[in-house]
């Protein structure tokens, strides 16, 4: 870099470390990166030079996230203050189907406000599946990884009856733990990975996942589980076994639903929970008004503001309370409305979020507006009808098939005359006979899934209406999850009132 080169950059770190300065410093945010700044330089020099030092932050689209990188940078800059040199920042997003554009675009307001582009101590990642590429706005999905959610989400939540918590986040987040391999092995590899969780609250993540690999009888050796590498290696275990339980026999399934856990042997996490408050409240002002950050209708919805899915998972609801319980729509959006400001409130979510939230679905029209907006995100993001969804909700394949009739009968009487031929194709293993291609296409049409993965559902037994049974190894992970509530409903129309745990987010 020529002496110009480096005048000009070191110019625009002091112009957004006093921008940084000055948005922070009336909140109190300023006297935490003070105090942790001089924390991480002392655990960065530890390892060497800290010029040569990386240092990861996992971003993810999110209101927290986003503060957490600001912080970060506020750090990087201030030792570039104090030292004239500073480390390099990584940033990772893990990209998924349910990731819309507004989230792509507070992203890249973040970064841009941040000066995080012309800044050649920066890199910023994106991670699609087992892609890697550097964070572009405009980048387009991937088709094979909306794929791959897509499946996941259909699979799951014929499991299960369309609980919200294992049909869209079992998967995800073994692909969360994927891409933070990904972003710490590549290209050399980081020193450190900031975290907000507390060493408590690592520790019991830590032995959560290990107990879970015990209970799965996928554990590592005690030496194979050392370190992050460890860790990522027991989820990878995880994974498998749930994979395997979910789709069978299927080494190209998968093997791309692998979890990488080849990462540098050095690699620390460092905490900054006892430094910095998340409370989006407290910095809203950083959030909106210097980064950018938009809680978009869709990209914001119940406890996330980085993924449409939980609105999703309510609309979901709704469909099961009006096709599978025969009472309203609106009934089981108001079950999921209620679960949602639950988990908001015991997440300590700001009163005016929460509002934003439930203000969506009150009102004349509300509930028929955000049922026509979620129709369209299912068939925008994953290809999903409101048909396949109410397959899904209805899960007539699992038990042999058991509620294929009534579901037949009830949302595909034309085909109530092929009814048991219907049930002999999801529940043998020979090829179908050139007689029953046309009945595959049905079958295929109104479920959205293959007829292998449909068969391999009629192998497994699903979930009770309750959903306090167990479905296998799926249930497993929703163990222990704080993101699920019994509730009190119904399940006919003007029927006895009956406990139920849902999940979600």
Not at 98 to 121: K, Q
Not at 336 to 342: A, I, L
């Amino acid at each position: 870099m020529s002496a110009v080169q480096q005048t000009d950059l070191s110019r625009l770190r002091r112009h957004t470390l006093e921008q940084l300065r000055d948005r922070m410093s009336g909140t109190g945010h300023w006297a935490e990166v003070e105090r942790c700044a001089p924390r991480l330089h002392a655990a960065l020099s530890e390892l060497g030079p800290v010029r040569d030092r990386v240092v990861m932050v996992a971003y993810g689209g999110g209101k927290d996230s986003a503060y957490t990188t600001a912080f970060v940078r506020a750090m990087q800059l201030r030792l570039f203050a104090e030292f004239g040199e500073t480390f390099r920042l990584r940033v990772v997003t893990m990209r998924h189907a349910g990731m819309p554009r507004p989230v792509m675009d507070n992203i890249d307001r973040t970064y841009a406000a941040l000066n995080l582009y012309p800044d050649p101590d920066c890199e910023m990642l994106l991670v699609d599946g087992d892609d890697i590429a550097e964070f572009d706005v405009d980048l387009p999905q991937r088709p094979h990884v909306i794929a791959r959610n897509r499946l996941d989400v259909l699979v799951t939540g014929h499991r299960t009856l369309g609980d919200g918590r294992p049909t869209f986040c079992n998967a995800c987040n073994l692909s969360a733990a994927h891409a933070f391999g990904l972003g710490a092995s590549h290209d050399g590899g980081v020193d450190i990975i900031i975290t907000g969780d507390s060493p408590t609250e690592q520790r019991t993540y830590l032995l959560w996942i290990h107990r879970l690999a015990d209970r799965m009888a996928v554990a590592p050796s005690k030496e194979e589980r050392k370190g992050f590498g460890g860790t990522l290696r027991t989820i990878d275990n995880i994974g498998r076994a749930y994979f395997t339980d979910i789709f069978g026999d299927a080494p190209e399934l998968l093997q791309e639903r692998r979890v990488h856990h080849d990462t540098p042997a050095q690699l620390r996490f460092f905490s900054i929970y006892d430094d910095t408050a998340y409370d989006s409240g407290d910095h809203w002002e950083l959030l909106t008004g210097f980064l950018g950050f938009q809680f978009d209708d869709v990209a914001f919805s119940f406890s996330e503001s980085d993924c449409g899915n939980p609105a999703l998972m309510a609309h979901i609801r709704g469909l099961k309370c009006e096709r599978v319980y025969g009472r309203e729509y609106a009934d089981g959006i108001a079950e999921y409305v209620t679960f949602g400001t639950q988990l908001m409130q015991k997440k300590e979510f700001p009163p005016n979020l929460i509002e934003m939230i439930s203000a969506r679905y009150r009102g004349p029209g509300a509930v028929e507006r955000m049922r026509a907006a979620m129709d369209a995100y299912a068939a925008d993001i994953f290809g999903l009808t409101e048909e396949h969804l109410v397959c899904l909700v209805s899960s007539p394949f699992t038990d042999g098939a058991a509620g294929l009739p009534a579901y037949v009968k009830a949302e595909q009487p034309g085909l109530l005359p092929h009814t048991e031929r219907l049930v002999a194709l999801c529940t043998t293993a020979t090829e179908p006979s050139a007689e029953d291609a046309a009945l595959v296409t049905e079958l295929e049409r109104f479920s959205g899934l293959p007829l292998a993965q449909v068969r391999r559902l009629a192998g497994h037994t699903g979930r009770s209406r309750t959903g306090m049974g167990q479905s296998g190894v799926v249930d497993l992970i929703l163990n222990g999850d704080p993101h699920k509530l019994t509730i009190t409903t119904r399940h006919s129309a003007g029927g006895p009132e009956v406990s139920e745990l849902i999940s979600g987010r």
